[in-house]
T-cell receptor
Framework: DQQVKQNSPSLSVQEGRISILNCDYT??????FLWYKKYPAEGPTFLIS?????DKNEDGRFTVFLNKSAKHLSLHIVPSQPGDSAVYFC???????????FGPGTSLSVIP | GAGVSQSPRYKVAKRGQDVALRCDPI?????LFWYQQALGQGPEFLTY????????KSGLPSDRFFAERPEGSVSTLKIQRTQQEDSAVYLC????????????FGPGTRLTVT
């Protein structure tokens, strides 16, 4: 029973276009969401987060959208660059939790 | 400044052997987390320390897994009598505070049990 789901294992996008990575969660107690990026042989690095009191958070080329009623969030990367090619993990937590639950990841390939 | 470091980076153990994995968090980081990452999966929570106190060990898969952080800095994850299903990458992360603080991950230790 995965609490955080990323239903697309992989995604390919042309350089310069928009990448949209999706994430769904099942636990309504989650109120804090994060995206991490991981290159091979390295640990994940934090990318962007959003609290449930917001529906959008933007940081440069990265924007995260949260739809609480649908228990869905998405990460938009515009414009996509070849250096964005990595595995992206969606993660969730909450004020009543002391752990972060990660999804299985989506492998993004940005084609030059 | 130095990030989170883990050693060894790779470990091969024969089934039944005990292993110890070390994590050096970022200096001053109060919280330390251990995760297990199986191939093709996301990191799965194992345990969490705040300073030297182990506040949550609910993710440890069996009593063969034990973690400690005696002085509130370096942490060791010990696995006794390793089994093949223990083969995974073990990630350590540290943060300044609780869950809403950014976690900084180390590169991981890849454990292979033969």
């Amino acid at each position: 029973d995965q609490q955080v789901k990323q239903n697309s294992p992989s995604l390919s996008v042309q350089e310069g276009r928009i990448s949209i990575l999706n994430c769904d969660y099942t636990n309504s107690m989650f109120d804090y969401f994060l995206w991490y990026k991981k290159y091979p042989a390295e640990g994940p690095t934090f990318l962007i987060s959003i609290s449930s009191i917001k529906d959008k958070n933007e940081d440069g080329r990265f924007t995260v959208f949260l739809n609480k009623s649908a228990k869905h969030l998405s990460l938009h990367i515009v414009p996509s660059q070849p250096g964005d090619s990595a595995v992206y993990f969606c993660a969730a937590s909450g004020t009543s939790y002391d752990k972060v639950i990660f999804g299985p990841g989506t492998s993004l390939s940005v084609i030059p | 400044g130095a990030g989170v470091s883990q050693s060894p980076r790779y470990k091969v153990a024969k089934r039944g052997q005990d292993v110890a994995l070390r994590c050096d968090p970022i200096s001053g980081h109060v919280s330390l987390f251990w995760y297990q990452q199986a191939l093709g999966q996301g990191p799965e929570f194992l345990t969490y320390f705040q300073n030297e106190a182990q506040l949550d060990k609910s993710g440890l898969p069996s009593d063969r897994f034990f973690a400690e952080r005696p002085e509130g800095s370096v942490s060791t994850l010990k696995i006794q009598r390793t089994q093949q299903e223990d083969s995974a990458v073990y990630l350590c992360a540290s943060s300044l505070g609780g869950i809403t603080y950014e976690q900084y991950f180390g590169p991981g230790t890849r454990l292979t049990v033969t």
